[in-house]
């Protein structure tokens, strides 16, 4: 059975004062299964560069001979072809004859040794131009990307269990795992934390599993809560605590501590 993309999503806000763009875009960023996870994220830096109302993502490395992404003027003309990695200057060139502008993100240990080889082609394309990224800052914005990400999730999970709690007059209960590292609410999707968070939990001890393993925060139809708190903690040691306020059910972020997690009485 043939794998399938993994869908993921940003959400992007553009203040680009050198091109006076000024834009906010809900990425929906679907990663093929050859596709690392580098990779993605140079397309996603690629979308904040040359953002726009008309910038699209091309259906990937699915589909050859099409740009990572491109934007089309109201004539249906490709005005900007975007290419990431090291493509092949044949393509280059082809992708040069067929759009008003042409950028490549050039990224990985074998960018310098590409470019000296297809440097005396791709010079003379006028409407080319190549941008080199350096390795570690793809390192430090994905860990963000994925740090910031796991944080919205789970805001939104929490914050969707007392809606339903209060809209629908039933209790609704958001559940974390930490063995298996997943969170949502009871019932519905689970999502997985990236294995380069630490992830803790506090929970009362009535919703908290024998091995305390699962602890779950449960929302109650007139507002308040069992109370209890998430906190995500990235590589450098700085972290945020997501904490529910039993009394209110409110869904509340603060900076992590270095205490212990664990059941509550």
Same mark, same amino acid.
């Given at each position: 059975?043939?794998?399938?993309?993994?869908?993921?999503?940003?959400?992007?806000?553009?203040?680009?004062?050198?091109?006076g763009?000024?834009g906010?875009?809900a990425?929906?960023? $679907? %990663?093929?299964?050859? @596709?690392?996870?580098?990779?993605?994220? =140079?397309?996603? +830096? &690629?979308? /904040?560069?040359?953002?726009?109302?008309?910038?699209?993502?091309?259906?990937?490395?699915?589909?050859?001979?099409?740009a990572?992404?491109?934007?089309?003027?109201?004539?249906?003309?490709?005005?900007?072809?975007?290419?990431v990695?090291?493509?092949?200057?044949?393509?280059?060139?082809?992708?040069?004859?067929?759009?008003?502008?042409?950028?490549?993100?050039?990224?990985?240990?074998?960018a310098?040794?590409?470019w000296?080889? $297809? %440097?005396?082609?791709? @010079?003379?394309l006028?409407?080319?131009? =190549?941008?080199? +990224? &350096?390795? /570690?800052?793809?390192?430090?914005?994905?860990?963000?990307?994925?740090?910031r990400?796991?944080?919205?999730?789970?805001?939104?999970?929490?914050?969707?269990?007392?809606?339903?709690?209060?809209?629908e007059?039933?209790?609704?209960?958001?559940?974390?795992?930490?063995?298996?590292?997943?969170?949502?609410?009871e019932?519905?999707?689970?999502?997985?934390?990236?294995?380069?968070?630490?992830?803790r939990?506090?929970a009362?001890?009535?919703?908290?599993?024998?091995?305390?393993?699962?602890?779950?925060?449960?929302?109650?139809?007139?507002?308040?809560?069992?109370g209890?708190?998430?906190?995500?903690?990235?590589?450098?040691?700085?972290?945020?605590?997501?904490?529910?306020?039993?009394?209110?059910?409110?869904?509340?972020?603060?900076?992590?501590?270095?205490?212990?997690?664990?059941?509550t009485?």
């Amino acid at each position: 059975m043939a794998l399938k993309s993994t869908v993921f999503r940003f959400g992007l806000n553009v203040s680009d004062m050198d091109r006076g763009y000024y834009g906010e875009h809900a990425l929906t960023v $679907a %990663r093929h299964p050859s @596709e690392n996870d580098e990779r993605m994220m =140079v397309r996603v +830096l &690629a979308f /904040a560069l040359c953002a726009a109302d008309d910038l699209r993502f091309g259906r990937g490395l699915s589909t050859e001979d099409e740009a990572d992404l491109y934007a089309e003027s109201p004539d249906g003309r490709i005005r900007l072809w975007i290419d990431v990695g090291l493509p092949d200057e044949r393509w280059v060139k082809k992708a040069a004859a067929r759009s008003d502008e042409v950028l490549v993100l050039a990224y990985g240990r074998t960018a310098g040794m590409w470019w000296q080889k $297809a %440097r005396a082609t791709l @010079e003379r394309l006028a409407n080319l131009r =190549v941008m080199a +990224l &350096a390795p /570690a800052s793809l390192g430090r914005m994905y860990e963000t990307a994925q740090y910031r990400s796991a944080v919205r999730g789970i805001v939104t999970e929490m914050r969707a269990a007392r809606q339903r709690a209060q809209s629908e007059g039933v209790e609704a209960r958001f559940t974390v795992n930490l063995r298996e590292r997943t969170y949502g609410m009871e019932g519905g999707e689970r999502h997985a934390v990236p294995d380069s968070l630490q992830l803790r939990a506090v929970a009362a001890r009535q919703e908290t599993s024998a091995d305390g393993q699962e602890m779950g925060i449960r929302f109650l139809p007139r507002g308040g809560a069992t109370g209890g708190s998430v906190d995500l903690i990235r590589p450098s040691g700085s972290g945020v605590r997501l904490r529910v306020d039993w009394f209110s059910g409110r869904v509340e972020q603060e900076p992590a501590s270095g205490e212990a997690a664990g059941a509550t009485p």
